[in-house]
């Protein structure tokens, strides 16, 4: 029997045949608009940094900060998340909520240059801040404490809301972070600081080139294990996520996104606030070397991860191609 016997009518490839015809019946679309760029500002240099382990990213002076949001904003790129270096680091991580600390500086400038056309966007965590790396504080017998670090994270909030930050986005994965930060931020008239929860945030082996950009070691070779979760678990993030709608979170995150497709799959499938996911420093810095090594075009590979992030259901990407993505959808 011939194939035409058995299906007359179907012929997927159809659809296929010409550019244009893929165009019409293509179910995804990657714009400029999903993007948020995670960029780094540090206290202590005279000159940008470039961060060997992620090629195209820098640690940036507050004025070279400034240059790369403003090619942002051209691009059309709608947010940036920032992450601060300090110039000292102590037990407790004050320079993260100092008002003279280096991202409330950033903010400042950024918002002052920039008004509401970039949305600017706060990590809230201590560990670049910590000279034990962790991203709470310390209990006696080493491990983090949990109440004891949402009373700083609350503090956090305040400066970062304070010195201009449209989003506080926490990330250190403690219990009752978003009730506690939204508690704090609407006690103190910032009602309308939006909180992007980090809520599905895994113990992951991919945030070893982001930890060279900020200079992060973990004391005594630790690890976050104790807080952030278990890659094993697909159910637990569901329960995060929802915890965190319910504590007051405007937009949840999973993270890092491209191992953790499944778990954005499932989000979207059951709640409804818009989702971000981090496609994170090692996903970039993987294909990057590749690229580097003439084993993959780095360019297509890039677009098609960025692309199957969106198409799993997340509305929110933050990369570290988001410039280069941007000028890609440009052409
Ligand atoms: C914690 C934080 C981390 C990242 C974002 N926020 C590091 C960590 O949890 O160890 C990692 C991002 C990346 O790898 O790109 N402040």
Request: glycine share 6%; with cysteine.
């Amino acid at each position: 029997m011939s194939i035409n016997a058995q299906f007359p009518k179907w012929r997927s490839r159809r659809l296929r045949r010409t550019n244009a015809i893929r165009r019409l019946v293509s179910e995804t679309q990657i714009s400029v608009n999903d993007f948020v760029a995670p960029l780094f500002v540090r206290e202590d240099i005279k000159e940008p940094q470039q961060i060997s382990s992620l090629p195209g990213v820098y640690q940036h002076t507050l004025e070279s900060l400034k240059l790369e949001v403003d090619s942002l904003r051209k691009l059309g790129i709608p947010g940036v998340i920032l992450f601060g270096i300090p110039k000292s680091k102590d037990e407790f991580g004050s320079g993260a909520w100092d008002p003279d600390g280096i991202v409330q500086l950033a903010l400042k400038d950024l918002k002052e240059n920039f008004g509401d056309d970039m949305t600017l966007i706060a990590d809230l965590c201590v560990d670049e801040y910590t000279n034990h790396g962790h991203c709470g504080v310390l209990s006696p017998d080493g491990t983090v404490d949990n109440d004891a670090t949402l009373e700083i994270y609350n503090q956090i909030a305040l400066a970062q809301a304070d010195a201009g930050a449209d989003i506080c986005a926490p990330s250190g994965m403690m219990d009752g972070q978003v009730s506690s930060i939204r508690n704090a931020l609407d006690s103190s008239s910032h009602t309308q600081t939006i909180i992007l929860a980090y809520s599905a945030k895994y113990a992951s082996s991919l945030y070893g080139p982001f930890r060279d950009a900020v200079d992060v070691i973990i004391k005594d070779g630790g690890d976050r294990r104790g807080y952030q979760q278990d890659y094993a678990n697909l159910r637990e993030a569901l329960t995060e996520i929802k915890a965190d709608i319910s504590e007051g979170a405007d937009i949840v995150m999973v993270k890092p996104a491209l191992s953790y497709l499944d778990v954005i799959a499932k989000a979207r499938a059951e709640v409804e606030v818009p989702i971000a996911a981090y496609h994170v420093s090692g996903e970039y810095s993987m294909v990057k070397a590749a690229e580097a090594n003439g084993w993959l075009d780095g360019e297509s590979v890039m677009m098609e991860h960025l692309l199957s992030i969106k198409r799993a259901g997340a509305d929110i990407i933050l990369t570290y191609a988001a410039k280069q993505a941007a000028e890609i959808l440009q052409d």
